[in-house]
């Protein structure tokens, strides 16, 4: 069964530092795609990237990179040089197709808070 | 302006008395979901629908209903509500299941 987990539930770092959010995925597919997504604390549900499975190149835009790593099941989430306005709510997210459908999981979320 | 249209934003109501949360998108999205926050949960999908008259439980579809009669259009149906279905409701849509999904606002829901 797909399962997405992010073990961090709360990061607390001071402004300017990097943090890295993890996320790993079990899934039995062998398509798939994986997303993250923010949540800031006005409560909409922002897209940040989409990775399919047979795409395993890292992405960086601006001070965010995505490290996908398929032999581990993770993709972890970079912010460089962190911002007050990166406090949010993280969440990554799985879509697998079975049967030609697709059902999406999301996992529980990292609260990360970037202090000035 | 492209967006997902969820109504009402806020609703308390009572045990039991049916309700329906309207959800409309404008991007001709063929996927539509439903989800439901709740804290130290994240988020967790409730009903999906690949395209007209084509939908599917997600994780938590006990005690809720769906349909897809249009393509724009996908209402989320309590029959029956009770306390455990008090949430915040999100729903979203998407070119396919395999693509970033344009949530609503949310639908924040207290059922006494």
Known sequence: AQKVTQAQTEISVVEKEDVTLDCVYETRDTTYYLFWYKQPPSGELVFL????SFDEQNEISGRYSWNFQ???SSFNFTITASQVVDSAVY?????????????????????????? | EAQVTQ????????????????CSQNMNHEYMSWYRQDPGLGLRQIYYSMNVEVTDKGDVPEGYKVSRKEKRNFPLILESPSPNQTSLYFCASSLSGAQPQHFGDGTRLSIL
């Open chain 1, 91 to 116: 969440f990554c997210a799985l879509s697998e197709s079975a049967s030609g459908t697709y059902k999406y999981i999301f996992g529980t979320g990292t609260r990360l808070k970037v202090l000035a």
């Open chain 2, 7 to 22: 109504n009402p934003r806020y609703l308390i109501t009572v045990t039991g008395k049916k309700l329906t949360v309207t």
């Open chain 1, 49 to 52: 990237i989409r990775r399919n």
């Open chain 1, 70 to 72: 398929k032999s581990t």
